[in-house]
């Protein structure tokens, strides 16, 4: 089975903290995917990877970066959180094909800013 | 611009019932639709992919509709059971200008009473 694991289930920050969001699958998967999910606003793609050092940018971008050193591991960071990025984190894998292949997902970081 | 609705927003039934999920979607240049399920704080499952040349699939007690042409599709379930008590999301790969990008649906919050 695919594992796609991400690094805290729950996470509080301060306004202006640097955060990271880990995400790893263990698939050999080309294709990795951050989301963002909002009560009414439903899930937006935030960023997505085809390969190791390739991004980019989804629907909501703004206020985010990603990294991708390694296959297995995509990284969300948020350069100077606030309060309007606390959502529920979600990040997705795929073994090839773009957005055309079934994506495999994580079970979520709830990211709380104050 | 892609968007896509889903009816109900939420829905109860019996168990034993069988029941219909729908999707709709603005802009019928899709490549493919998933139907996904969400349960109460975890990440999404895959249920169904449907890619745009094909009418349907069917993976045991669910069956999923595409229809382009009107910018429909439908999840059915048979002989429904309280373990099916989850939110389900359509989503859509969209195809635009600038590649391809995955557009969800609200959900529908499903509960299946034992």
């Known amino acids: 089975d695919v594992k796609v694991t991400q690094s805290s289930r729950y996470l509080v920050k301060r306004t202006g903290e640097k955060v990271f969001l880990e995400c790893v699958q263990d698939?050999?998967?080309?294709?990795m995917f951050w989301y963002r999910q909002d009560p009414g606003l439903g899930l937006r793609l935030i960023y997505f990877?085809?390969?190791?050092?390739?991004?980019e940018k989804g629907d909501i971008p703004e206020g985010y970066s990603v990294s991708r050193e390694k296959k297995e591991r995509f990284s969300l960071i948020l350069e100077s959180a606030s309060t309007n990025q606390t959502s529920m984190y979600l990040c997705?894998?795929?073994?090839?094909?773009?957005?055309?292949?079934?994506?495999?997902f994580g079970p979520g970081t709830r990211l709380t800013v104050l | 611009k892609q968007e896509v609705t889903q009816i109900p927003a939420a829905l109860s039934v019996p168990e034993g019932e069988n029941l219909v999920l729908n999707c709709s979607f603005t802009d019928s240049a899709i490549y493919n639709l998933q139907w996904f399920r969400q349960d109460p704080g975890k990440g999404l499952t895959s249920l169904l992919l449907?890619?745009?040349?094909?009418r349907e699939q069917t993976s045991g007690r669910l069956n999923a509709s595409l229809d382009k042409s009107s910018g429909r599709s439908t999840l059915y379930i048979a002989a429904s059971q309280p373990g099916d008590s989850a939110t389900y999301l359509c989503a859509v790969v969209r195809v635009d200008n600038y590649g391809q990008n995955f557009v969800f649906g609200p959900g529908t919050r499903l509960s299946v009473l034992p």
């Open positions: 449907i890619q745009s040349s094909q």
């Open positions: 990877s085809y390969d190791v050092k390739m991004k």
């Open positions: 698939m050999d998967h080309e294709n």
């Open positions: 997705a894998s795929s073994a090839y094909g773009g957005f055309s292949d079934t994506q495999y």
